[in-house]
T-cell receptor, first 114, second 117 residues
Framework: GENVEQHPSTLSVQEGDSAVIKCTYS??????FPWYKQELGKRPQLIID?????GEKKDQRIAVTLNKTAKHFSLHITETQPEDSAVYFC?????????????FGTGTRLQVFP | EPEVTQTPSHQVTQMGQEVILRCVPI?????FYWYRQILGQKVEFLVS????????KSEIFDDQFSVERPDGSNFTLKIRSTKLEDSAMYFC???????????????FGPGTRLTVL
């Protein structure tokens, strides 16, 4: 069935360092890959997304890369700050006519130490 | 900026009781979703809803669950007879249009924490 694997489950970095979170998806028909940030007790919020016709996308300190052949996609955060500390979820969707259900990864708890 | 809202923020119920979780999606959105997140686990898809009908549902969404859009603004999730394992955070989400047309970000509500005793 549809599945998204995410690694690592926890990640600790020093402020200013980079953080990389990796995901693998199983359904080759997936064509949309969002990343959500979830702070403790709050709703998931979209931070960046990428579509299958693009290999890389950047937004300031955040970038996402996609390798469709390997069915991998990754989140890169540069110059990390303490406020980046949160749980990050990757997700995949194959965009049907009337539904875009998201299949989420298991999450990565990122801790940025000052 | 418009947001998805959900009520109540926390619902405590006895096993076997019915609960209704309420959501108000963003007003011009057409696609609606319910997800759940058991404490410390990943977010799981429950059901999607478009054009006043269910478009897809997961294995979790069995006969105990139902969804409804009773008017032009509310979107509800009903659990007919709650079980202990239904305890979770339930998120409603909405999006303006599907992936194939672009601009399909799903906006999540703040969630309803359901505790079944």
């Amino acid at each position: 069935g549809e599945n998204v694997e995410q690694h690592p489950s926890t990640l600790s970095v020093q402020e200013g360092d980079s953080a990389v979170i990796k995901c693998t998806y199983s359904d080759s028909a997936s064509n949309y890959f969002p990343w959500y940030k979830q702070e403790l007790g709050k709703r998931p919020q979209l931070i960046i997304d990428i579509r299958s016709n693009v290999g890389e996308k950047k937004d300031q300190r955040i970038a996402v890369t996609l390798n469709k052949t390997a069915k991998h996609f990754s989140l890169h955060i540069t110059e990390t700050q303490p406020e980046d500390s949160a749980v990050y979820f990757c997700a995949a969707s194959k965009g049907g006519y009337n539904t875009d259900k998201l299949i989420f990864g298991t999450g990565t708890r990122l801790q940025v130490f000052p | 900026e418009p947001e998805v809202t959900q009520t109540p923020s926390h619902q405590v119920t006895q096993m076997g009781q019915e609960v209704i979780l309420r959501c108000v999606p963003i007003s011009n959105h057409l696609y609606f979703y319910w997800y759940r997140q058991i404490l410390g686990q990943k977010v799981e898809f429950l059901v999607s809803f478009y054009n006043n009908e269910i478009s897809e549902k997961s294995e979790i969404f069995d006969d105990q669950f139902s969804v409804e859009r009773p008017d032009g603004s509310n979107f509800t999730l009903k659990i007919r007879s709650t079980k202990l394992e239904d305890s979770a955070m339930y998120f409603c989400a909405s999006s303006p249009r599907p992936i194939r047309t672009g601009n399909n970000e799903q906006f999540f509500g703040p969630g309803t924490r359901l505790t079944v005793l």
